[in-house]
């Protein structure tokens, strides 16, 4: 017997008004269900009081407050404020990955993106995140 999974709610983490507001178009025309937070500190409060279960994290790493190493850090160091949800990353970030894996070498994430990203690339990442939830 094969068990439907519920489908995931996607959230946005930047800080940058203008991308939260084009990625969230590109998600609206994936008919994709998202929830936008300006710093990692405010997606951390929000992750630990959801009821969601599955959720792709649409992560820019250069924010204020607390930035995407940070998050990832948060969540590596704290699982058991998360185990109520099943959380997959994607880093959509200006810098490259050679810098990203300096700074996080041993962060879990299932996709990095350099921005501009196109609507095929988070399409398909959306899909890769999909699928590890079903593993």
């Known amino acids: 017997m094969t068990t439907t999974l519920e489908p995931p709610i996607l959230l946005i983490i930047d800080d940058d008004f203008i991308n939260r507001f084009v990625?969230?178009?590109t998600l609206e025309s994936l008919?994709?269900?998202y929830r936008e937070c300006e710093n990692g500190e405010d997606a951390i409060n929000w992750l630990k009081s959801t009821s969601y279960?599955?959720?792709?994290?649409?992560l820019d790493l250069n924010m204020p407050i607390m930035d995407?190493?940070?998050f990832l850090e948060y969540l590596?160091?704290?699982p058991c404020e998360f185990k109520h949800t099943n959380i997959k990353v994607i880093v959509l970030s200006a810098s490259t990955y050679s810098q990203f894996l300096e700074?996080?070498?041993s962060a879990e994430i299932v996709q990095f993106l350099s921005k501009p990203v196109d609507?095929?690339?988070?399409?398909?990442?959306?899909?890769?995140s999909i699928e590890l939830f079903q593993q």
């Open 103 to 105: 700074k996080a070498p």
């Open 119 to 128: 609507k095929e690339q988070i399409k398909n990442a959306i899909e890769e």
């Open 68 to 70: 995407g190493y940070e």
């Open 31 to 33: 008919n994709q269900t």
């Open 23 to 25: 990625l969230g178009k």
């Open 53 to 58: 279960n599955h959720i792709v994290v649409l």
């Open 76 to 78: 590596k160091e704290n």
